[in-house]
């Protein structure tokens, strides 16, 4: 019983990370590419709705991973592999690392990306809403700062990405010791 509990645990944190991983990664290779072509107005405005689908849906989707890992963690706690990575014997310490490393999204967005491209990008969304509205003629913001924003939020979304990635990796090396 507890073994078959052990490879669903381990399919589900594996792939639940590794899903995340793509998700985020399709919105700066696929979504954001595509705001290039609208008027600055339209472009932040998507950018708002496609940031806040991904605010209300990846933490959910990263605390289950996150917790998948950590029962791993739990449950490999008395397993020494033949095999090592990096001098690391225990599928326990790897799983431990991908539990820490995916939740590790919603520190790396209030930190890094809040402060800079988001913080901007929401406010210029107001303005783009005021705009359509009719309460303003343009957007208060500067020639072009749309896509300078929208290019430096795409590369911070890749870094956020490499959290959830480098999880679902770990996981998988730690699924593999066993």
Same mark, same amino acid.
């Given at each position: 019983?507890? %073994?078959? +509990? ?10 639940? &990370? /590794?899903?995340?991983?793509?998700? #985020? $990664? ?57 095999? %090592?990575? +990096? ?10 690392? &991908? /539990?820490?490393?995916?939740?590790? #999204? $919603? ?72």
């Amino acid at each position: 019983m507890a %073994s078959s +509990l052990v490879a669903v645990v381990q399919i589900a944190g594996v792939t639940s &990370a /590794a899903f995340l991983s793509g998700a #985020i $990664v399709s919105v700066s290779w696929m979504t954001i590419p595509s705001l290039g072509v609208a008027p600055d107005e339209v472009a932040v405005k998507q950018w708002r709705r496609a940031f806040g689908i991904g605010k209300a849906t990846a933490p959910a989707l990263a605390l289950p991973s996150a917790l998948c890992f950590a029962y791993l963690a739990y449950a490999t706690r008395n397993i020494v592999s033949k095999t %090592s990575v +990096l001098g690391i014997r225990s599928p326990m310490v790897l799983y431990g690392v &991908a /539990a820490v490393a995916i939740p590790c #999204i $919603v520190p790396y967005t209030l930190i890094a990306m809040e402060p800079g491209a988001n913080r901007r990008l929401m406010a210029l969304g107001e303005e783009a809403d005021a705009v359509v509205k009719g309460e303003s003629r343009e957007l208060m913001g500067k020639e072009g700062e749309v896509k300078v924003l929208l290019k430096k939020w795409t590369g911070m979304n890749y870094n956020r990405a490499l959290f959830t990635g480098f999880g679902a990796v770990v996981g998988a090396v730690a699924t593999m010791m066993m």
